[in-house]
């Protein structure tokens, strides 16, 4: 397994040197990697699986930004930290509560923040186990500025519900409100979303935060066929066919009159086929920051405010229709009023939804 995973780990380098020396030499760029690491709770192999994931992770050429969901145990945060602390700054909120998530900087990080989701589970067997062992689904902000970019990001860590459309839907609110009171700074979220490239939930997501998926763009805009993060040959997987889960997300609102920019990316951190590292492959993205940031004709304008409306009406449905299983009428109220702002064209959703770029 060393052999192999050597030999991938200098193949990795040498694809990722070749997209750096491929962008601008004038832009600023960086890096960012995102991996969900396969809940040690119940992965095999554990302690050599976290010691593979640490060296892959600080190989040269490294990511500025890395990522990590589903690292619960103490033990393991140590072999990461050990690991990366000499190159990143860490921020470990999975230390103090079961939520898995971590990130790491190659640059200062100016501040940090934890939000738990206000609904976790559905109820089912998993949610049950998941109680039972105190894990929750969360997301966390670190406010951090990278070398050579001369602003601070804000960089989100999530991780939603692996099965309930509905609890992704109240998940996704919650970041939307927590980014409607800071869109102050541009955002880069990645994680595990639960939620394929051509699911509701992603949409609705990408709408009401103004993001774009920088690896689909790098790609020309859509996921070929066969691309998954999270794949059928794949061992550990536990659904059947093909799928992108994992994404690294931008927000350009906010902040200088900059724009960030995907320039290239690949999936990695797959390990070998049968002792593969995770259910999930890694995500890494070379990003330039640019002048200028590029704005919608009025046209375009419309036809995103129409087609955020129509999934607002869409999620409320969604909602509607689970009520009688939990108590969603404060996520119902959210979304009729965020349809509301847009209809009048007035409100905190709308001057947010208006510098979209």
């Known amino acids: 397994m060393r052999t192999v995973l050597g030999l991938i780990l200098v193949l990795a380098g040498l694809s990722v ?6 962008m601008s030499a004038t832009a600023p760029h960086f890096c960012m990697q995102n991996f969900n690491a396969y809940g040690p709770l119940y992965a095999p192999n554990t302690t050599e699986r976290m ?7 600080q190989a040269a050429p490294r990511c500025g930004v890395i990522q990590l969901q589903e690292v619960w145990n103490d033990s393991n945060i140590d072999q990461i930290e050990n690991a990366l602390k000499y190159n990143y700054a860490i921020s470990s909120p999975n230390r103090d509560n079961k939520i898995g998530v971590m990130s790491m ?3 200062e990080i100016k501040g940090t923040w934890t939000y738990q989701f206000n609904i976790n589970n559905l109820g089912g067997l998993l949610d049950e186990v998941r109680e039972t062992f105190g894990v929750k689904k969360a997301f966390h902000v670190v406010q ?3 070398p050579e970019m001369g602003e601070d990001f804000y960089f989100v860590n999530a991780h939603l519900h692996p099965t309930s459309s509905a609890i992704r839907i109240t998940q996704i609110l919650d970041i939307l409100n927590w980014r409607l009171q800071n869109p102050n700074l541009k955002m880069l979220m990645s994680g595990d979303f639960n939620a394929d490239e051509n699911s509701f939930e992603r949409q ?3 709408a009401v935060m103004g993001l774009h ?9 859509a996921y070929p066929k066969g691309y998954c993060t999270y794949c059928a040959n794949n061992p550990y997987s536990w659904l059947p066919g093909d799928h992108i889960l994992d994404y690294i997300f931008v927000s350009n609102t906010g902040g200088a009159d900059t724009r960030i920019k ?7 951190m797959r390990g070998p086929l049968r002792d593969p590292l995770s259910d ?3 995500l890494r993205v070379q990003f330039n920051l640019e002048q200028g940031g590029s704005t919608l004709t009025a046209e375009q304008m419309y036809q995103r405010r129409e087609s955020v409306m129509m999934l607002l009406t869409q999620a409320t449905q969604i909602l509607v229709d689970e009520n009688d299983e939990r108590d969603l009428k404060d996520y119902i109220a959210a979304l009729k009023t965020l349809k509301n702002q847009m209809a009048t064209q007035q409100g905190v959703f709308f001057k947010y939804f208006s510098l979209y770029r």
Do not use: C, K, P, V
């Open 144 to 146: 951090a500025r990278l």
């Open 17 to 22: 040197a070749r997209a750096e020396m491929a």
């Open 204 to 206: 609705l997501m990408m």
């Open 262 to 268: 995907a320039t290239a990316g690949e999936i990695n």
């Open 280 to 282: 999930h492959y890694g």
């Open 105 to 107: 900087f190659d640059g």
């Open 213 to 221: 998926d920088s690896y689909q763009e790098t790609l020309g805009g």
């Open 51 to 57: 010691d593979w994931i640490g060296s892959l992770l």
